[in-house]
């Protein structure tokens, strides 16, 4: 093949639905040859994966949300290209992006379960334990299944359903790896907001100067509405979630915290003035004092969170409903596929060729094998065990994984979560049912639901690499096969600073709420000890779950904001809020356009530098290095310090992207 001239722009054909005979022409020519993959992007790509993978891991631990990494990625693969003066990087570029962007799944497939051991660790002592070996093969072997269910179903989501689906995701990353020499320069707000980020968020969690939080405890009269009718307000102030509330933005940090104060400033105040002097045992849970002696967060903890956990179950079946035809319809594209593959793959352009179906379909048998012996003489030491958790872990992989992929390509969120306490509670219940049970069930069922949410969250993540290459005219293969190291590389990175945090803080400290994990831990531990579980309050969350789809809401963001701290969701809607009017203040849409995109890399900035330096902090903290004194920070002026920091960043924030001129 020659080397041909790489276009400069998009056709004006990309992101809309082609006509009868129309074909689209990427920016690289299906007909040319073009450096992808070599030793400067994959060395950029394992870098990259790296530091992601930890980054996104502490960030993840702290609010429950893994920001994507693929944007921030890009932006880096540009700036060192440019830097460096590569001629024709663009595939060398989006092959970085591919391999780094492994960071965000895996850690979310991870972090989402496997901490939950941890924090059942500190109830029932040494019997729940997890080794980096077991965290390492969950989520390594997780990320491998989600790639190779995957790609039989590319051709469906990236070329049959062009111009279809919105690819928002996607779409940004590729804006920013066709913007060249430009993309240099959006390095440096990147890299400035990064540091201005990294730095107010390494000042509250390693010196102390100001608190993460702030609450309305910190004047009298919040105290004493805190106290008696069980209302409190709290807000995060990190750099790194507010970068997450603009990039969320207003619309969907809205329905967020939809949730988030239906349960704190309706339920929880409700549950009190209901059952106020009574002990309410539901479920089999262990209650000792009466509704009205628990504070706010105690009620949250203890009930009300677990309606969350009811509509996010349901949120995912209703996905799976509304999903349903796209997926027969892929499944059918894929055996068609695969019966007329054979020998077909030389005879295909450069831009549509995969991995072999053969190549897929001994590779998924081998993955499986794998997963089943790791479960057999790694998890459970019992055959019958593993051979049922087997089913179950390929059964949901499978069929969940075109429901992400195409939540992904539409709203550019992945359910995983949702679908994970899916995997947990179908797990807990079938494991109990033929004998597994106590600690022991608990570890395999939170392994079990490790690999499932990796593999999902995987299937989602590529969809959005697969679809940025084919817009741009890669080679899926090469996409594909690296896309295998990038996963071993962050799964071994995800394995080593889930331990680390949990020496340096405790997921029971309450410095790294871990509320996902909080969540998986909560579903399974009643059910694995025989006391069953909190139906009643998984019904009710069920039931407006239905009624929130109904209203033509998502049914999961609400969901979501449902169980998550309220401290986490109420930045989320400051952030998205800024979005909001960053791209609004002006008549000129071109200019609101360009103040948006900038927002985006100053966010990006804010994320990358507030989780990094995060882990810097919590390295310390292991070192035995502690700045933060405890009398401070329980001084209600320093929640006064908190706003005023808070207060300065937003001030920067919306300064940084006064743009004057597109």
């Not at 045992?281 to 706010?296: C, I, K, S």
């Not at 999902?456 to 096969?481: C, H, N, V």
């Not at 800024?578 to 948006?596: E, F, L, M, Q």
Request: with cysteine; proline share 3%.
């Amino acid at each position: 093949m020659e080397e041909i001239e790489i276009r400069q722009e998009l056709p004006e054909n990309a992101f809309r639905e082609l006509k009868a005979g129309e074909e689209y022409e990427p920016l690289m020519s299906p007909k040319g040859q073009y450096p992808e993959v070599n030793g400067w992007s994959v060395t950029w790509g394992i870098l990259m994966a790296m530091l992601f993978s930890a980054a996104a891991a502490y960030l993840g631990l702290k609010v429950g949300q893994v920001f994507e990494a693929a944007i921030p990625i890009a932006i880096i693969a540009v700036g060192v290209s440019t830097a460096s003066k590569r001629s024709k990087a663009l595939g060398e570029n989006v092959i970085i992006q591919s391999i780094g962007a492994c960071s965000g799944a895996v850690v979310a497939g991870a972090i989402f379960t496997l901490p939950a051991i941890y924090i059942l660790q500190a109830k029932y002592g040494a019997e729940m334990s997890a080794s980096f070996v077991q965290v390492f093969m969950a989520s390594a072997l997780g990320g491998i299944l989600g790639i190779l269910f995957l790609i039989p179903f590319r051709k469906y989501f990236v070329k049959d359903m062009h111009g279809k689906y919105p690819f928002p995701e996607a779409t940004a990353t590729t804006q920013v790896l066709v913007s060249g020499a430009k993309g240099g320069d959006q390095a440096k707000p990147l890299l400035l907001s990064g540091l201005i980020g990294g730095v107010y968020d390494f000042i509250a969690t390693t010196f102390g100067w100001w608190n993460e939080t702030v609450t309305s405890r910190m004047i009298g009269w919040g105290e004493t509405v805190a106290e008696k009718a069980k209302l409190v307000f709290k807000l995060n102030t990190s750099a790194a979630v507010l970068g997450l509330g603009y990039i969320i933005g207003l619309k969907y940090a809205m329905f967020i915290c939809l949730g988030s104060v239906a349960v704190w400033w309706l339920i929880v105040p409700l549950l009190s003035l209901l059952f106020h002097d009574q002990v309410l045992a539901v479920g089999g849970a262990e209650v000792a004092l009466t509704v009205g002696q628990m504070d706010a967060e105690t009620i949250f903890k203890t009930y009300a969170r677990s309606i969350g956990i009811g509509g996010i179950a349901m949120a995912g079946i209703i996905g799976i409903v509304k999903s349903w035809g796209i997926i027969k319809s892929a499944v059918s594209l894929a055996g068609k596929e695969l019966r007329g593959s054979a020998g077909g793959t030389a005879e295909q352009v450069r831009t549509q060729r995969d991995l072999s179906f053969r190549f897929i379909a001994i590779a998924a048998i081998v993955a499986l094998a794998v997963t089943f012996i790791f479960f057999w003489l790694g998890v459970m030491h019992n055959l019958w065990f593993a051979v049922v958790a087997i089913l179950l872990v390929t059964f949901i992989a499978f069929l969940f994984t075109t429901v992400a992929a195409n939540a992904i390509a539409i709203v550019g969120s992945n359910p995983v979560s949702g679908m994970t306490l899916m995997t947990l509670i179908l797990a807990s219940v079938v494991l109990s049912a033929i004998g597994l049970k106590g600690t022991g069930g608990m570890v395999a069922a939170l392994i079990m639901g490790g690999v499932v949410c990796t593999a999902l969250s995987m299937a989602g993540a590529f969809i959005t690499d697969l679809k940025i290459g084919y817009w741009l005219g890669t080679t899926p293969r090469k996409q594909e096969t690296w896309k295998f190291v990038g996963t071993l590389v962050s799964a071994a990175t995800v394995g080593g600073v889930i331990m680390l945090l949990n020496e340096a803080y405790g997921f029971t400290s309450g410095q790294l709420s871990a509320p996902q994990a909080n969540a998986m831990a909560a579903v399974i531990d009643p059910v694995m000890n025989g006391q069953g579980a909190p139906w009643l309050l998984y019904g009710i969350g069920a039931l407006l779950a239905l009624i929130i789809n109904f209203c033509k809401m998502p049914a999961l963001a609400v969901a979501l904001g449902m169980f998550i701290p309220l401290e986490l969701n109420l930045p989320l809607l400051v952030g998205g809020a800024i979005s909001w009017y960053v791209t609004t203040r002006t008549k000129d849409t071109v200019v609101n356009s360009a103040r948006g995109e900038k927002g985006t890399l100053i966010a990006s900035g804010f994320i990358a530098g507030g989780a990094l330096m995060g882990v810097v902090s919590a390295l310390m903290r292991f070192g035995g290095l502690n700045f933060v004194s405890d009398e401070w920070s329980q001084n209600h002026l320093s929640e006064l310090a908190t706003l005023v920091a808070y207060i300065l960043l937003i001030c920067y924030f919306i300064k940084a992207t006064n743009v004057k001129k597109a």
